[in-house]
């Protein structure tokens, strides 16, 4: 399984029997997800958890036309695998995080896997994209998906 939290600062986690294995950010060149590589993170799963987020005004047109190309292309190259869109407020309510400040994500991590921590978020304490990728994942387990 893989849970991706989508966009130009996004990532994908790989997970093995509920554990995080590997963690890497979205494949980019430019404005455009970088499809290729993309197919390759994907290719291997069978479940695909994605977070099913929109466009916002604030984006503006090619910040909103970038992110939802991306999100079409993670849709496309999952056409032959489970996949399931995690509402945030699903997936935050699972996890604690709903009505939190972004930033609480790396707290619960942090709090939930001190051993993997600075692997999965890296020596940066504003990884916040990261860290909402792995609660993700965690919360489709805890939801049993």
Request: net charge positive.
């Amino acid at each position: 399984m893989i849970s991706i939290d989508p966009g130009k600062k996004g990532c994908i986690v790989a997970w093995h029997n509920s554990q995080p294995i590997s963690i890497t950010d979205n494949p980019y060149i430019g404005n455009k997800v970088d499809i290729d590589k993309l197919y390759d993170l994907i290719k291997p799963a069978l479940t695909i958890v994605v977070e099913d987020v929109h466009t916002s005004p604030r984006m503006g047109v090619v910040g909103a036309g970038g992110f939802m190309y991306s999100l079409g292309a993670i849709h496309a190259l999952s056409k032959d695998k489970k996949l399931i869109k995690l509402a945030p407020k699903r997936w935050k309510n699972v996890m604690g995080m709903y009505g939190k400040p972004k930033p609480y994500a790396l707290e619960v991590v942090k709090r939930l896997m001190p051993e993997q921590f600075e692997k999965m978020i890296g020596p940066f304490t504003n990884r916040v994209d990261r860290a909402e990728a792995v609660l993700m994942g965690l919360a489709y387990f805890k939801l049993g998906l």
